[in-house]
């Protein structure tokens, strides 16, 4: 291989060198380059390369398992979470849910394998945990994950969050915030369309599950919420 040859150049003449070519010879700068500027690009535009190929958007996958899993940069481990969500490829699922168990887990690599995640699939398993991230500490996280949440039908996640509710691993400052962002998702569906009677109209199922759940909702909120979040739930829930 050319010793010279920059990452950038390989992706944009990789229809020039062939698809696996161009696959082979970035792998070989992950592999064998020190520069770690070099080995990041390498590992982008791999994941770029793959996707119009099958087989290579497989071969991609592992390649960039194993530096998610073992390489000790972790630049590079962030890069490699990265482009597992531009090959959306659903087997990466399983990988970086066991890094997200890993404890403890740097935080740059924690954000980089939630977005990850949330590009390749954004489902029920998914969506739990971005939830169980809720009580982060670190804002980028909680507020990462407060947005894709927010961007979920309002149905799904008022029962999403319910559900978290009975979670008894949650501490209260947890289910704090779950009833928190809750109460969010309601005001913005009244405040959207300018009616307080919106929810009650047209999301009946919605205020029957609060209604249904009112005891454990009312639990959380008077032992850990503030008055005036106190006062939204319990205006909707009666």
């Known amino acids: 291989m050319n010793k010279k040859i920059q990452p950038l150049e390989i992706y944009k003449r990789s229809e020039e060198f062939g698809l696996k070519n161009s696959f082979n010879l970035l792998t070989e700068i992950i592999e064998t380059d020190k520069n770690d500027n070099k080995r990041r690009e390498s590992i982008k535009y791999l994941g770029l390369i793959s996707n119009n ?24 481990r962030c890069e490699a979470a990265k482009s597992l969500g531009r090959i959306k490829y659903e087997k990466a699922l399983k990988s970086l849910n066991w890094v997200l168990e890993q404890k403890p887990i740097n935080n740059e690599i924690k954000i ?117 979040d106190s006062n939204l739930m319990d205006a909707v829930t009666t």
């Open 53 to 76: 190929s099958i087989q290579l958007k497989k071969e991609c996958f592992e390649t960039l398992e194993n530096i998610l899993v073992s390489d000790d940069k972790i630049e590079i």
């Open 112 to 228: 980089s394998v939630l977005k990850a995640m949330h590009k390749i699939r954004f489902e029920e398993p998914e969506i739990k945990l971005f939830i169980n991230e809720l009580d982060s500490e670190v804002h980028s996280i909680k507020d990462f994950v407060t947005i894709q949440l927010l961007s979920l039908k309002h149905e799904q996640l008022i029962d999403l969050l319910l559900s978290a509710l009975k979670n008894k691993f949650f501490s209260n400052k947890h289910k704090t915030e779950v009833i928190r962002l809750m109460g969010y998702e309601l005001s913005s569906i009244n405040i959207s369309f300018e009616d307080t009677n919106y929810i009650k109209i047209k999301h009946p199922k919605i205020l029957s599950d609060l209604i249904k759940n009112k005891s454990i909702l009312m639990e959380v909120i008077t032992q850990n919420l503030r008055e005036e």
